[in-house]
């Protein structure tokens, strides 16, 4: 099979935007991350395509919805990897790399089932650290307790 039939595994969009390179497991968490089970526009999604970069990659492509960096930055979390395109009038139009924001607000637990956000009605709030091995931790605002990578679930 050559490359272009790979390419139209998914249909092309004439606008929009395709988020591209994302690991295949995480592609159903990067749709709840970013509301896409709730929105009224066209969504369409791969996972397990072949990938010259990542062996397998997922892909998702929203018709007539762009993102603010920063909304899109929260799924560094599950996919770091991914590429931000916008796609006006078929043309792509703009092409960025996610990074992992200094903070994350609401959308992650926290570990520590005694944290005030697990007792009462209060959102979650962390700072993005790094510990001596490099690992990313997300640090509680408000218990101060790490919570890790293998440990996130997202509300
Ligand atoms: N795309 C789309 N609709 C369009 C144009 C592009 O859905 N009207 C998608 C392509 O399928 C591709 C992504 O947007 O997944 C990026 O397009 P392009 O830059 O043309 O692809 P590549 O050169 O393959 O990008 P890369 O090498 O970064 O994977
Ligand atoms: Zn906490």
């Known amino acids: 099979?050559?490359?272009?039939?790979k390419e139209l595994i998914v249909s092309a969009i004439s606008n929009g935007t395709v988020i591209d390179h994302?690991?295949?497991?995480?592609?159903?968490?990067v749709i709840k991350i970013?509301?896409?089970d709730k929105t009224g526009k066209q969504v369409y999604f791969g996972t397990n395509l072949d990938s010259k970069k990542y062996g397998k990659k997922g892909i998702i492509k929203i018709s007539d919805t762009y993102f603010a960096i920063e909304e899109i930055n929260k799924i560094a979390l599950v996919a770091p990897s991914a590429t931000l395109i916008e796609i006006r009038?078929?043309?792509?139009?703009?092409?960025?790399?996610?990074?992992?924001?200094a903070r994350i607000e609401k959308i992650v637990k926290c570990f520590n089932p005694n944290c005030i956000t697990n007792k009462e009605?209060?959102?979650?709030k962390?700072?993005?650290?790094?510990?001596?091995?490099?690992l990313m931790k997300l640090?509680?605002?408000?218990?101060?307790?790490?919570t890790s990578k293998d440990n996130l679930i997202f509300i």
């Open 1 to 5: 099979m050559n490359d272009k039939r």
């Open 22 to 29: 994302i690991p295949s497991e995480n592609v159903f968490k």
């Open 34 to 36: 970013l509301g896409l």
């Open 89 to 101: 009038d078929y043309e792509v139009t703009r092409k960025t790399n996610v990074s992992i924001p």
């Open 121 to 124: 009605e209060v959102s979650t």
């Open 126 to 134: 962390f700072s993005v650290i790094y510990d001596e091995n490099g």
């Open 139 to 146: 640090s509680c605002h408000y218990c101060e307790k790490n």
